[in-house]
């Protein structure tokens, strides 16, 4: 099983300043199947970037996803209140994990 | 716009069972792969089952294997999961997760890119 650690656990920024959130994989994730989620409380999980850089349908374009092998980053350029949130990386293809979240907090 | 509603949660003595359903709309329902992940309380999300559009390949993670069965009805444009031999730990919230992509024989799981907002299990004596 591949393991995802997610770091920093949190991340404490101010609106308008860059959030880089990091995710490191125990082996190589194949194909860059990588993705990033958004959660707030009480609420499900929000697709933003898929196949480690692909931004998902009508994700603003402040939210960018890099890396390959066993590195990825989730890079939210300007941070917006309403950006405040739970994010999870997730692999996946011939098994599944996620990470264990990082907080992003005012 | 898609809608994903599940329904049948509730509390449950370890050793039982519990059906879950998910009611979709807003998408060719036959067309897409289907998921369950599942999220205790305070804690990160699990993966917890998938299967193909024509039910071909189903596919479970190992915590739940033997345990729990996932189906679908695409007349019913509905998802299931039925979970027997509940445990404390498969106490959580679950989720009805559309795949992005398609599973099949080598592909297990995939990303989630439309989730239902969940439906509470809690397994306590």
């Known amino acids: 099983e591949i393991v995802l650690t997610q770091s920093p656990a949190t991340l404490s920024l101010s609106p308008g300043e860059r959030a880089t959130l990091s995710c490191g994989a125990s082996q190589s994730v194949s194909s860059s199947y990588l993705a990033w989620y958004q959660q707030k409380p009480g609420l499900a999980p929000r697709l933003l970037i898929y196949d480690a850089s692909n931004r998902a349908t009508g994700i603003p374009d402040r939210f960018s996803g890099s890396g390959s092998g066993t590195d990825f980053t989730l890079t939210i350029s300007r941070l917006d209140p309403e950006d405040f949130a739970v994010y999870y990386c997730?692999?996946?293809?011939?098994?599944?994990?996620f990470g264990q979240g990082t907080k992003v907090e005012i | 716009e898609v809608q994903l509603v599940e329904s049948g949660g509730g509390l449950v003595k370890p050793g039982g069972s519990l059906r879950l359903s998910c009611a979709a709309s807003?998408?060719?329902?036959?067309?897409?792969?289907m998921n369950w992940v599942r999220q205790a309380p305070g804690k990160g999300l699990e993966w917890v089952s998938s299967?193909?559009?024509?039910?071909?390949?189903?596919y479970y993670a190992d915590s739940v294997k033997g345990r729990f069965t996932i189906s679908r009805d695409n007349a019913k444009n509905s998802l299931y999961l039925q979970m027997n031999s509940l445990r404390a730990e498969d106490t959580a919230v679950y989720y009805c997760?559309?795949?992005?992509?398609?599973?099949?024989?080598?592909?297990?799981?995939?990303?989630?890119?439309?989730w239902g907002q969940g439906t509470l299990v809690t397994v306590s004596s």
């Open positions: 807003g998408f060719t329902f036959s067309s897409y792969s």
């Open positions: 997760a559309r795949a992005q992509g398609s599973i099949s024989m080598i592909f297990v799981v995939t990303s989630f890119d439309n």
């Open positions: 299967i193909s559009s024509s039910s071909s390949y189903r």
């Open positions: 997730q692999q996946y293809g011939t098994s599944g994990t």
